[in-house]
Nanobody, 124 residues
Framework: QVKVVESGGGLVQAGGSLRLSCTVS????????MGWFRQVPGKEREFVAGISWNGADTDYADSVKGRFTISRDNAKNTVLLQMNRLKPEDTAVYYC?????????????????WGQGTQVTVSS
């Protein structure tokens, strides 16, 4: 059974940093892209960042480019999201997910397994 678990969320002041971690168990995903999405109440879940199966390619939402960095460690089945210069509008539940293929995707339907999410709250 595949399990996706996020950690690292919390409360931080604007301008601060957080690092989210995602660990996948149950099978290896070293040939699959991975991604982070986020969602606020009443809104659609949106793409934040993605990384290809080997880490060679990354993609980011325009709203987080230059502030967030996604990385992965295939030996540990782990994906990280380093979030710097956080803004109140980054407040959301952040979800880690495994893609169905090795290339990055920005659409939810291209992802298969999802974690329960971790809350990130940025105060002004």
């Amino acid at each position: 059974q595949v399990k996706v678990v996020e950690s690292g969320g919390g409360l931080v002041q604007a301008g601060g940093s957080l690092r989210l971690s995602c660990t996948v168990s149950g099978r290896t995903f070293r040939t699959n892209a991975m991604g982070w999405f986020r969602q606020v109440p009443g809104k659609e879940r949106e793409f934040v960042a993605g990384i290809s199966w080997n880490g060679a390619d990354t993609d980011y939402a325009d709203s987080v480019k230059g502030r967030f960095t996604i990385s992965r460690d295939n030996a540990k089945n782990t994906v990280l999201l380093q979030m710097n210069r956080l803004k109140p509008e980054d407040t959301a539940v952040y979800y880690c997910t495994t893609a169905r293929a090795g290339r990055i995707a920005t659409i939810q339907d291209h992802y298969q397994y999802w974690g329960q999410g971790t809350q990130v709250t940025v105060s002004s």
